[in-house]
C-alpha cells in the first residue's frame, strides 16, 4: 500500500464540515515514504481540471483519485469518471463506515470527498495516486503524509479567475459569488503549499508542474523509461 488511510473523530461522528474543515488522513504514518502523494488544489475557476489531463496524458505513472460528491451530475459528466456520484443518504453512511480519506461540506449543501477505497486502488495497480483537494484539505494532506506533495494553481488576476467561473455556465449566480467569496479567502493560502503554478497559459502550466511530478518521482525512482 502506498499510504495508510484513516478518518478522524470528525469524521465518524458525522459533524458537518464547512469548507476546508476535512476528515483526514490518519496520523500513522505512511507504509512506505518513499513513494510521492500529488496533491493538486487551488481555487474554482483557476482551470485545475484541465491542467490535470493534460498532466495525466504526459505522466502516466499518475492516476487521478475520482472525488465522490452528492452534487447533481453536469451534462456531459460521467459517474466515475469525472466523480462519483451518490445521494446525502449513501455519503452519511460511508462517513459512518469511515470510508473517506478527508471530506467537505461547502455553504452551497454539496458535499465531497476522496474515497479511501480510490487510493487503494490506484496504489494496488502500481501507479502513484493524484489528489484534487480544497486548499484547507491538501494542507491536512501535507501534514499528516509526509511523502505529499501539494500544488496551488491559481488564475493569473483575480478578475480572471472570475471570468473564468462565469464562462463555464454550470452554478447559479449565488453559487458563483459563493465561491468567490471562497476563493478569496483560499488565494490567502497559497503560500502554504510546497509549490504555486500561475496558469496563465495552459501549456507552459502542464510543463511547470509535470517538471515538478517527474523531479520527484526520479528522486523516489519511480519513473518509466521514455
Not at 75 to 95: K, M, Q, T, W
Not at 115 to 137: A, F, K, M, Q, W
Amino acid at each position: 500500500m502506498l499510504v495508510s488511510i484513516g478518518v478522524t473523530e470528525d469524521a465518524a461522528s458525522g459533524r458537518a464540515a464547512r469548507p476546508g474543515d476535512t476528515a483526514g488522513v490518519s496520523s500513522n504514518p505512511p507504509s512506505d515514504t518513499r513513494l510521492p502523494v500529488f496533491v493538486i488544489t487551488g481555487t474554482s475557476g483557476a482551470g485545475k481540471g484541465t491542467l490535470e489531463r493534460a498532466l495525466l496524458a504526459h505522466l502516466p505513472e499518475l492516476e487521478l483519485a475520482v472525488s465522490a460528491t452528492t452534487r447533481d451530475r453536469r451534462p456531459g459528466e460521467v459517474d466515475g469518471r469525472e466523480y462519483h456520484f451518490i445521494s446525502n443518504a449513501d455519503f452519511d453512511e460511508r462517513l459512518d463506515a469511515e470510508e473517506f480519506l478527508e471530506w467537505v461540506e461547502f455553504p452551497w449543501g454539496q458535499r465531497s470527498g476522496t474515497l479511501r477505497s480510490e487510493i487503494d486502488r490506484i496504489s494496488d495497480s502500481g501507479r502513484v495516486p493524484l489528489l484534487d483537494l480544497e486548499p484547507d484539505g491538501a494542507i491536512r494532506v501535507k501534514k499528516r503524509v509526509p511523502n505529499s506533495v501539494t500544488i496551488f494553481v491559481s488564475a493569473p488576476t483575480f478578475a480572471e479567475n472570475e471570468r473564468r467561473l462565469r464562462a463555464r455556465a454550470t452554478e447559479s449566480e449565488g453559487e458563483i459569488d459563493e465561491r468567490l467569496d471562497l476563493a478569496r479567502k483560499q488565494l490567502e493560502q497559497a503560500d502554504d503549499f510546497d509549490h504555486e503554478v500561475v496558469n496563465d497559459d495552459l501549456e507552459r502550466a502542464v510543463e511547470e508542474i509535470s517538471a515538478i511530478v517527474r523531479g520527484r518521482l526520479a528522486d523516489a525512482g519511480t519513473m518509466s523509461e521514455p
